[in-house]
């Protein structure tokens, strides 16, 4: 990590390059709100359409309501996906962040850090509140909640793949929706799993264990593929 | 032998030498299908339980097989031409994905066949079916991919690098839906330990799981010969050959 300071003595740190810029994506992030709020309008949009496709009942809902959330959080991240590296790509500023000597793993760590924090956590810490909306049993909202802490994150690295492989694609939106939905799977399967157990009064912790390990394999992985992936889309 | 590394990469050699292959494997390919669906459907002694229904069995297995074998030949045809650069490696990787897609629709479809009548119904969300259905996906992920770039360098590229995180991803996605529900039976063929499947069944089975990779690798050479001829279309052996 010393090479880049040998070359250019005013260049900071990888991990202060990091900060600046995590700092940079999130003031960009807090500048438009709306942006930020539209995942969480989805999200609240598509759990009302719920009661009102299966019938209002509560027993109905409960059943169902595990499911339920972890689907429309994978929705509301996927619509997210596509956007994360489109500005940059625009403007160019991917292209000067390619070119500097700053290791592009961890560049790219600090864009999905920003992405997730802005979407996959928010909705994370909102998601009691819909739960409640579902009739979801009281005791398994924790779970509810540190299952979705751990799986979007999955969802942001994976998402990130996707959105790198189709930066420079005119007609991206829907294509980065087929190419990552599959790895999406696994996802929704232990954190849908996670809830269910919860609400049946089972222990959680072995879904939760394999949500975690999942996560460490993407932090380890996907930052490479993004990296290679946003090196062919702008050299294309 | 670098010699004949370096020469893959050369297109007018990989064609030439993919069609002297296709000269004898094709014809061996055929007979072989023909004499392995032959003895699976009308020699073998029917099943005791599944009666005459479990003959689709000669085609199911060796499609699902190969359709997951061609996804990692793709990967791998992917990491060479990452690695190396090697033009060819994009036929090959850009050739396996339509293969792969048709085996697997094959695979499914003729499990569906086979559900009705021995667990009477067409679909079940069973683990196998599923991830099955997921690799479908995955191979149409990647032909979406290499048709949405205007670019073919990159588009092979990035179908690389897609189906290389595809590798990582299958054993998860496989061993996720086989925790999450399970319906089909175990696999029959072992090759630690005893197979539970007969040996007047085993060897017709054994024959057409040769004669589906065979198929499956005339089928990668004849699309990888039209791939060269599309790409190197402006050249003057193509000219030559096409005698234009």
């Known amino acids: 990590m010393s090479a880049p300071v040998a070359i250019f003595p005013e260049a900071p740190g990888t991990l202060a390059f990091c900060a600046r810029l995590l700092r940079r994506q999130l003031v960009l992030a807090l500048r438009r709100p709306v942006d930020i709020g539209n995942p969480l309008l989805f999200f609240a949009m598509v759990v009302a359409l719920f009661p009102l496709g299966l019938g209002p009942a509560p027993g109905t809902l409960a059943t169902f309501a595990p499911g339920i959330l972890w689907i429309v959080a994978l929705l509301a991240n996927l619509l997210t996906a596509d956007n994360l590296f489109r500005g940059d790509f625009d403007d160019g500023s991917l292209e000067q962040l390619l070119l500097s000597p700053q290791p592009l793993y961890t560049s790219v760590l600090a864009y999905v850090l920003s992405q997730w924090l802005v979407t996959g956590a928010l909705l994370a810490l909102l998601s009691p509140l819909f739960a409640l909306m579902l009739n979801l049993a009281p005791g398994a909202i924790p779970t509810l909640v540190c299952s979705l802490l751990l799986g979007s994150g999955v969802l942001s690295l994976v998402g990130g793949i996707g959105a790198a492989l189709t930066v420079g694609l005119r007609r991206g939106g829907m294509l980065v929706a087929l190419l990552i939905l599959p790895f999406y799977m696994p996802v929704l399967i232990f954190g849908s799993a996670a809830v269910q157990a919860a609400v049946i009064g089972a222990p959680a912790g072995a879904h939760l264990a394999i949500l975690g390990a999942m996560l460490c394999l993407a932090l380890a992985l996907a930052p490479l593929a993004i990296g290679a992936a946003l090196r062919i889309s702008v050299d294309a | 032998m670098w010699s004949f590394f370096h020469k893959l990469g050369s297109p007018p050699w990989l064609y030439g030498i993919a069609g002297s292959i296709l000269r004898w494997l094709l014809p061996l390919t055929l007979l072989a299908l023909i004499a392995g669906a032959s003895w699976g ?23 699902a097989v190969v359709a997951l074998a061609g996804y990692y030949v793709m990967a791998l045809a992917g990491a060479v031409s990452l690695i190396w650069k090697m033009k060819m490696a994009d036929v090959a990787m850009k050739a396996c994905a339509p293969v792969g897609a048709a085996l697997t629709f094959i695979a499914l479809v003729t499990g569906a066949i086979w559900g009705k009548p021995t667990w009477g119904t067409w679909w079940v969300w069973d683990a196998r079916i599923t991830s099955m259905l997921i690799l479908l996906f995955l191979y149409l992920g990647v032909i979406a991919l290499y048709e949405a770039y205007d670019n073919k360098a990159a588009a092979a590229k990035a179908c690389a690098v897609l189906s290389l995180v595809g590798t990582v991803n299958i054993p998860i996605i496989y061993k996720s839906v086989d925790w999450w529900y399970s319906l089909h039976q175990p696999a029959s063929i072992k090759f630690t330990g005893g197979s539970t499947i007969d040996p007047s069944m085993l060897y017709p089975l054994m024959l057409m799981i040769a004669s589906f990779y065979a198929l499956f690798t005339c089928c990668l050479l004849l699309n990888m010969r039209v791939e060269i001829l599309r790409r190197e279309a402006r050249t003057n052996w193509v000219r030559k050959l096409v005698g234009a």
Do not use: E, K, M
């Not at chain 2, 459907?41 to 000669?58: A, C, E, K």
């Open chain 2, 41 to 63: 459907l009308l020699f073998t002694p029917p099943d005791f339980r599944q009666g005459n229904s479990y003959r689709i069995i000669y085609i199911h297995v060796p499609a």
